[in-house]
């Protein structure tokens, strides 16, 4: 399957260990076929047994959390920490809450987050946790109670220079709160243990937004390799959660109209621009369903079934929903009515047969693991401004984070040139993330 008897060694004992983890083997193999040019180049890495090691994580803790509905009836939930990479900085990365949670799940976005975050150019190893519970209905004191008893558990597993959670599906401030409630309260301690956390205890301006205004920060730097700009171009964005309401706030602002939004029941058109405000006020404020939206825009159009979404011709697409939400015939829709870039928000919402149809059709491709880093990235920020104790203006965590999409824009174009496969924004990222990390592995030795 590959070329190098190397990668085909590893992925092959891999996926004979892991049959039942698509997920997982998807995100090693798109890695691995990235890799191919950098172990040809490079014998030190297998002379290493980097690429063995680099897949099997760190260590995975697995827990059972108990808690009571407010019906008194006991409800037992599974939940997993997969803290996957240390070389470079203590594991990072969130905590997502979704009923299709599995340890396929986990793995694959503890294994996505080493990479992304060696791109942030910050010190930050890769983790990934959650659990399988379902956050969809429960009053606030079941999801307080869920948390703390989730928490009683993580927090003999985490610590500000160990492991730093966050949020991600299901896991937005409200969860954050709690779950820092009950860290405190265990270990007596008020550290940066989390990132993601209120403005009143700790949490950096511009956490919430960062990563869908990371994500056009990232578009608009490969707009402007195509001598264009978001100005006049119509925005599909799947999802209506943390990462797809700022990433239309900035697509708005940078000139760009954001047509059609989602959640996993349906979506809506707006021909006239979606309001991101409407949308905030919908998702964040009453929790309702995207179909409220009409209640707000009559004019705009309501249609059932997340996936349609796709057939909505557009310039530019942000999948911002969840893992392989856009396959390959979705791809030729979008190709075949002119789209023209497409971002990643989400941790890989396009299958490979997504991802191969957009290359092959000269769509400029952004892949999530640099293009959604902006929220990681100032998590990082927020983890300095805690160990200093200070606190930066929104502006100016802003501006980092610009900056450091920037970059990273920069290192994956930088790296795909270097090995001779000029725009090729996946194969630069997997590359670039991988350098540092094996680089790191390599200078701390094995322990024998
Ligand atoms: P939220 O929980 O805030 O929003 C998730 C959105 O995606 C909702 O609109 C939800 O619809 C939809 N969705 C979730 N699961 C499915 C599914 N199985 N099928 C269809 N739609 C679905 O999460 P975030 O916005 O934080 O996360 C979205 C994506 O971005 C995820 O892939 C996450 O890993 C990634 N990400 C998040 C970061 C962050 O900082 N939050 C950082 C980097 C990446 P519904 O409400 O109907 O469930
Ligand atoms: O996928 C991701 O990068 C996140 N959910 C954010 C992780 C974090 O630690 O901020």
Same mark, same amino acid.
């Given at each position: 399957m590959f070329k190098s008897e190397y990668l085909n060694r590893v992925y092959e004992g891999l996926a004979a260990r892991n049959a039942h983890e698509p997920e997982f083997l998807q995100a090693v193999r798109e890695v691995f076929e990235s890799l191919e040019p950098v172990i040809?180049? =490079?014998?030190?890495? $297998?002379?290493? !047994?980097? @690429?063995?090691?680099?897949?099997?994580?760190?260590?995975?803790?697995?827990?059972?959390?108990?808690w009571v509905d407010d019906a008194g009836k006991v409800q037992v939930n599974r939940a997993w920490r997969i803290q996957f990479n240390s070389a470079i900085g203590p594991?990072?990365?969130g905590l997502r809450l979704h009923p299709s949670v599995n340890q396929s799940i986990i793995k694959f976005l503890g294994f996505e987050q080493i990479f992304k975050n060696s791109l942030t150019g910050l010190p930050m190893g890769g983790g990934k946790g959650g659990s399988d519970f379902d956050p969809k209905g429960k009053s606030d004191n079941e999801i307080m109670r869920f948390c703390q008893s989730f928490m009683t558990e993580l927090a003999r597993h985490i610590g500000p220079d160990?492991?730093?959670p966050a949020g991600d599906i299901g896991t937005?401030?409200?969860?954050?709160?709690?779950?820092?409630?009950?860290?405190? =309260?265990?270990?007596? $301690?008020?550290? !940066?243990? @989390?990132?993601g956390k209120g403005l009143s205890y700790g949490g950096s301006l511009a956490r919430t937004e960062a990563t869908g205004y990371g994500v056009c920060y990232y578009m608009q730097e490969m707009l402007h390799d195509m001598d264009t700009s978001f100005a006049g171009k119509q925005v599909v964005i799947s999802g209506s959660g943390n990462v797809a309401i700022y990433a239309c706030q900035k697509a708005t602002q940078l000139g760009g109209k954001v047509i059609a939004m989602s959640d996993s029941n349906g979506?809506?058109?707006?021909?006239?621009?979606?309001?991101?405000?409407?949308?905030?006020e919908i998702k964040e404020v009453k929790r309702a369903r995207i179909k409220t939206y009409l209640d707000y825009v009559p004019s705009a159009k309501y249609v059932e079934g997340c996936r349609g979404i796709w057939s909505t011709p557009c310039d530019i697409a942000l999948p911002c929903a969840t893992q392989n939400e856009l396959n390959g015939e979705e791809a030729k829709t979008l190709i075949a009515n002119g789209v023209k870039a497409v971002a990643e928000g989400a941790n890989m919402p396009s299958t490979p047969e997504a991802v191969a149809a957009f290359q092959s059709a000269g769509v400029m491709f952004g892949p999530a693991k640099a293009a959604n880093a902006g929220g990681v990235a100032t998590s990082g920020l927020e983890m300095s401004q805690n160990s200093q104790r200070l606190s930066?203006?929104?502006?100016?965590?802003?501006?980092?984070?610009h900056g450091i999409m920037v970059n990273i824009y920069k290192s994956c174009k930088e790296a795909a040139a270097r090995y001779n496969m000029e725009?090729?924004?996946?194969?630069?990222?997997?590359?670039?993330g991988f350098e540092k990390v094996c680089e790191a592995m390599i200078w701390q030795g094995v322990a024998y």
């Open positions: 040809a180049a =490079r014998p030190e890495i $297998e002379k290493n !047994g980097i @690429l063995e090691r680099i897949v099997e994580p760190e260590r995975i803790v697995s827990f059972r959390v108990s594991y990072k990365g160990t492991d730093v937005g401030a409200r969860e954050i709160g709690y779950l820092f409630g009950q860290y405190k =309260r265990l270990r007596n $301690e008020f550290t !940066g243990v @989390l990132t979506y809506i058109v707006d021909e006239n621009g979606i309001d991101y405000q409407v949308i905030k930066w203006s929104f502006d100016e965590v802003d501006e980092k984070l725009g090729n924004l996946v194969a630069g990222a997997n590359i670039a």
